[in-house]
């Protein structure tokens, strides 16, 4: 998946990723925005900075974001 | 009083410290680590932790205290605390107030969109009221680099800005540069108040924007603080990632000087594990290290060529370069390969120094460059040539000079079992860019080099510092990391963000308080009254076109490309804000306006967040009959119907919606509604409503009246 | 009308307005809203004597009212049952129309809900088998609460002795 600046996003699952953190758990299910991609070369292992509704902005890896309309 | 006890606890806590009687400073310390504790409480934020670590401060208080008032004020805390434990556990286990009380100053979207949390509707009503030194007051809460980030933010709170789905959105980061301008220039941008020293020292490593936020907050809070430069300037990628012509160095210098001022010490030309080591500072004293060194390395291109010929540059030290100093043109022939933000620096500094023809080869379209738009758009203005679509393959050249980049023509394909885009070279697409310079600005990475001395700490895979990011902790104890040191390379703004949420987790570490579960959740410090204004105006506002330097200087000097707007303009931007931090968008207004009193005034399309639909402010005025239920229903005080110099005026977060007249009782002289009420009422009355008094009277005199009637007309044996 | 009839016995009222908090306190209302209410008329000079009367004003439950008629959410109800004419707190959105279409200024702002308050002849109370909360402390107990073809006959009788009393009689 390959995301870009202003898609909107949802939090679907938990990321297998190293950089999950248990406090993330709060954001399965909570809709947002990619505020800034990977900005160098698009790479699908970087984490991205979305901004999450009521929860704040956060870096988080791609394979647990899903692009919603 | 709310209902909820947290929420009640809060109220007494922060009545408590800002009446100021609590005069004895530990007392005063101990009230406002809990009220902290408290506030993560009320927001979800807090971890299990919380509640013995106010108990322990508690028994602290009544220990200390030396009055009959403290103690009494110790006890209601006690109380306080005990009295409602179940629901204290409940909001730190569920994160949830069932009375909402808790949720009632919740952040703006723009304020929850910013990554340092910065409380943006306050700071724009004070800018479009001309109190531009009070707004980098507020912004400095928050963000000790307004101006910085007021002119190269990436602003996030921008695509988040709800006026966008009315027209465009505010334009929030220039304002912020325009404010931060104008107080240094009147004298009155100024540091706060800082707390005396409390004997503790912390070393930052790195003078980027996450190590002088963490410093900032720091030395306000009271610490000794020291920092740790290797290069001979301060300010980090700010200072020699961003070019010139989008950030000139006065805004940095200025605002480093102020952090400075609060006694920051900054070591430049020292590399830490070189010119100083982990044990010198440990021997000066240092109780807490805060690694703040950024992204510094380039990643290799990995074609051939690459390193054979001395004029292949990587972007970062290409650009680090011209920032300390080195004003010589590259090359003529300049080709950039990448197509992010630092890719476009890149090739904008190559033209300013004078080279003559500049492009940039992208594996991608247009459509996907990573890089922000207008800067683009700026690079194309300039005369900067993109090739998309090229896949660099091989780099050119004979006894050491470059003579071309030889690329191939791609085209876009999505794989089976993937849905992203990938670059597929398309056979004999082979062409050739003649160059002499080869710049590449594919991505960088930490650099490691010196930081074996914190043994402990443990590296991610992709070679960033492993931290817990509701505390920026390393595994290593006393050892705190930030910025893109663990983001790897991302935004200033979310340096400055981490850089903050470090320097209270130091703050807590050396207070042995815990330290929060969640990263905090960005927190409204008071609520500014609404700039008033007619819905005509609000709607016809229109955002201002940046004003630009002409093209010719932008291809051959420094100078700051955007100009800025002037300051009507700015004053009037700010107006556009809708105070989203007041108005939470419910739709109640709409829906109780709408489908329970069948009037329908308000048009507010853009309070639907999924499907927003057209919205005009001045509409409202054709139906609505200023029966006020729109208010009465608005739980935040959005929506206010008052009753002034003769009119009722029903406003929208200080936008005027509607003024009717009012009318009088003419018994009493008491407020009636308008006259288009009581003809809504009089409609839905019909030709029942046929009174005998044909007076206009108020509720109070039409019960007098009719207790009159009732005795006059009583037969004579009963009076 | 309702098939209750709420009768003041207005020679006995001193206006001592226990009535009144009787029915706040039982409905728990903030200042202001006063579902019912005595109202002092005079005192006038009768006779060369100063008098004055205290008027109970409830809600009169209409048989066809305003306020109901304007309600425009379906908040302000008539209950079929007896004729009880009542707020439905869930629906009311504060409109205050109801107040502007009584000619008794019978319905109350209740500043503290944002919502309207009436008389409603304490109908939980009686669903429980009680009278109207204004009734049961009545000091005089100059407040009587019935069925309206009981109250008639009540005031019929009272009306009789007042007419044969020694004091007013003609003979």
Wanted: charged content about 25%; aromatic content about 6%.
């Amino acid at each position: 998946m390959q995301f870009q600046k202003g898609n909107k996003i949802k939090v679907c699952r938990k990321s297998e990723d190293e950089s999950w953190e248990p406090y993330m758990d709060d954001f399965i299910g909570i809709h947002g925005f990619i505020t800034d991609p990977d900005t160098s070369i698009n790479d699908p292992d970087a984490l991205i900075e979305v901004s999450l509704e009521g929860k704040g902005t956060h870096r988080l890896p791609q394979d647990c974001l899903e692009q919603i309309n | 009083m709310a209902i909820c006890p947290v929420r009640n606890t809060l109220i007494y806590l922060s009545d408590l410290i800002l009446s100021g009687s609590l005069t004895d400073p530990k007392a005063r310390r101990i009230c406002e680590q809990i009220l902290h504790l408290t506030e993560e409480i009320s927001e979800g934020a807090a971890g299990k932790d919380h509640l013995l670590a106010i108990d322990s401060l508690i028994r602290e208080y009544l220990t200390a205290a030396d009055s009959k008032k403290n103690l009494e004020t110790g006890k209601t805390l006690e109380e306080m605390f005990s009295g409602h434990r179940e629901v204290f556990e409940s909001h730190i286990q569920t994160r949830n107030c069932p009375s909402h009380d808790c949720g009632k100053l919740a952040p703006s979207p723009c304020q929850m969109a910013c990554p340092a949390g910065i409380d943006i509707p306050t700071y724009l009503t004070l800018i479009a009221r001309g109190e531009d030194a009070k707004a980098i007051e507020v912004i400095r809460r928050d963000n000790p680099f307004p101006w910085v980030c007021g002119l190269i933010c990436t602003r996030p709170c921008e695509m988040m800005c709800v006026r966008s789905r009315i027209d465009t959105p505010v334009s929030i980061k220039f304002l912020k540069a325009f404010a931060a301008e104008r107080a240094m220039s009147e004298g009155a941008y100024k540091n706060p108040k800082k707390k005396e020293w409390n004997g503790k020292k912390v070393c930052v490593i790195g003078a980027g924007p996450g190590g002088l936020t963490a410093a900032y907050y720091l030395s306000l809070l009271g610490y000794g603080v020291k920092i740790i430069e290797a290069l001979p300037v301060s300010g980090g990628m700010i200072m020699v990632g961003i070019p010139r012509y989008r950030l000139p160095r006065e805004v940095i210098d200025r605002e480093v000087a102020l952090i400075e001022d609060l006694g920051v010490e900054i070591s430049y030309n020292t590399r830490f594990g070189r010119d100083i080591t982990y044990e010198d500072l440990k021997n000066e004293g240092v109780d807490a290290f805060f690694i703040a060194i950024g992204a510094h390395k380039a990643l290799d291109l990995g074609i051939k060529g690459e390193k054979i010929f001395p004029k292949v540059l990587e972007a970062i030290g290409f650009l680090k370069d011209v920032a300390l100093g080195n004003h010589h043109a590259p090359g003529k022939q300049v080709v950039v390969i990448g197509g992010g933000n630092v890719a476009i620096d890149a090739a904008r500094t190559a033209l300013r120094l004078g080279a003559e023809k500049v492009s940039i080869a992208y594996r991608r379209s247009k459509n996907q460059m990573p890089a922000d738009s207008e800067e683009v758009e700026q690079a194309m203005e300039e005369g900067i040539e993109f090739s998309f679509l090229t896949i660099p393959k091989e780099i050119l050249g004979k006894d050491g000079t470059i003579t071309g980049l030889d690329c191939i023509k791609a085209e876009l394909i999505q794989k089976e079992g993937s849905d992203r885009l990938m670059p597929v070279p398309i056979p004999g697409g082979d062409f050739i860019i003649e160059a002499d310079v080869v710049i590449s600005a594919i991505g960088q990475y930490v650099d490691d080099t010196g930081m074996e001395a914190f043994s402990q700490m443990n590296w991610t895979r992709r070679g960033t510092i492993e931290v817990n990011h509701a505390s920026m902790e390393t595994a290593m104890p006393g050892v705190f990391a930030a910025g893109d040191a663990v983001s790897g390379p991302a935004t200033v703004i979310e340096a400055i963000g981490s850089g903050k949420r470090a320097a209270e987790a130091i703050d807590r570490y050396l207070s042995h308080i815990p330290q929060p579960r969640t990263p905090k959740i960005p927190v409204r410090h008071h609520m500014e009254p609404p700039v008033e204004m007619t819905a005509t105006r609000k709607m016809t506002l229109k955002h201002p076109t940046m004003p630009m330097l002409n093209v010719d200087r932008r291809r051959t000097t420094f100078q700051q490309v955007e100009l800025g707007y002037d300051e009507e303009g700015v004053r009037k931007e700010a107006g556009r804000c809708l105070r989203c931090d007041i108005c939470r968008r419910c739709g109640k207004c709409i829906e109780v306006c709408r489908d329970k009193m069948g009037i329908d005034a308000l048009q507010f399309g853009y309070m639907d967040f999924d499907h927003p639909t057209e919205t005009d402010f001045r509409a409202t005025e054709k139906k609505c009959i200023t029966c006020g239920a729109c208010a009465a229903n608005c739980e935040n005080k959005a929506m206010v119907l008052e009753e002034k110099d003769g009119r009722r005026n029903l406003k929208l977060c200080g936008t005027l919606l509607n003024s009717q007249a009012i009318q009088y009782c003419e018994a009493c002289g008491a407020f009636l509604p308008s006259a288009e009420y009581l003809d809504f009422v009089a409609r839905k009355t019909g030709d029942k409503a046929k009174r005998a008094e044909t007076r206009l009277l108020c509720n109070d005199c039409l019960r007098l009246l009719s207790a009159k009637t009732n005795v006059e007309t009583r037969p004579a044996g009963l009076k | 009308m309702s098939k209750y009839y709420l009768f003041q016995d207005t020679r006995t009222c001193i206006g001592c307005h226990a009535c009144e908090i009787q029915c706040k306190s039982n409905k728990n209302l903030p200042r202001g809203a006063k579902p019912c209410q005595i109202i002092q008329v005079g005192p006038k000079m009768i006779n060369g004597l100063p008098k004055m009367s205290f008027i109970f004003m409830p809600c009169y439950h209409c048989e066809d009212p305003w306020c109901v008629s304007t309600c425009p959410t379906g908040a302000m109800q008539k209950r079929s049952s007896d004729g009880i004419v009542f707020v439905d707190k869930e629906l009311c959105v504060g409109c205050k129309t109801c107040i502007s279409a009584c000619p008794w200024g019978a319905p109350q702002w209740n500043p503290e809900t944002g919502k309207v308050e009436k008389c409603d002849y304490c109908k939980d109370r009686l669903d429980a088998g009680l009278k109207p909360a204004c009734v049961t402390l009545c000091t005089t107990g100059c407040l009587t609460f019935g069925l309206a073809e009981d109250m008639t006959q009540t005031r019929r009788v009272r009306h009789a002795e007042a007419s044969a009393s020694f004091e007013n009689s003609s003979f």
